[in-house]
Nanobody
Framework: QVQLQESGPGLVQPSQTLSLTCTVS??????????WSWIRQPPGKGREWMAA???????YYSPSLKSRTSISRDTSKNLFTLQLRSVTPEDTAVYYC???????????WGEGTQVTVSS
């Protein structure tokens, strides 16, 4: 059973960089054919796919967030990370990490972590 666990700061000040980590257990992030994504859901809105990294390290970004987002991985620790720069209150959301055979369809999700952008 694959398990994903998000971790992050909870509260971030405007203009700062949000850093999130997704730690994976029960399966390797280098397993063939899987993609590892970050998705967020702002309050009262739908889910938004942000970025993904493939099993071989290729990266993919939402066009609307590409200029502010970086996704990376640490295969030795079996985790992947997201950085979102220059955050504003509009970046307040529950942030999820997920696994899928594509970047938009997922079979395992983390439980999500709330991030609030506020001064």
């Amino acid at each position: 059973q694959v398990q994903l666990q998000e971790s992050g700061p909870g509260l971030v000040q405007p203009s700062q960089t949000l850093s999130l980590t997704c730690t994976v257990s029960g399966g390797s992030i280098t397993t063939n054919n899987y993609y590892w994504s970050w998705i967020r859901q702002p309050p009262g809105k739908g889910r938004e796919w942000m970025a993904a990294i493939s099993y071989y390290g290729a990266t993919y970004y939402s066009p609307s967030l590409k200029s502010r987002t970086s996704i990376s991985r640490d295969t030795s620790k079996n985790l992947f990370t997201l950085q979102l720069r220059s955050v504003t209150p509009e970046d307040t959301a529950v942030y999820y990490c997920a696994r899928g055979l594509t970047i938009k369809n997922y079979d395992y999700w983390g439980e999500g972590t709330q991030v609030t952008v506020s001064s």
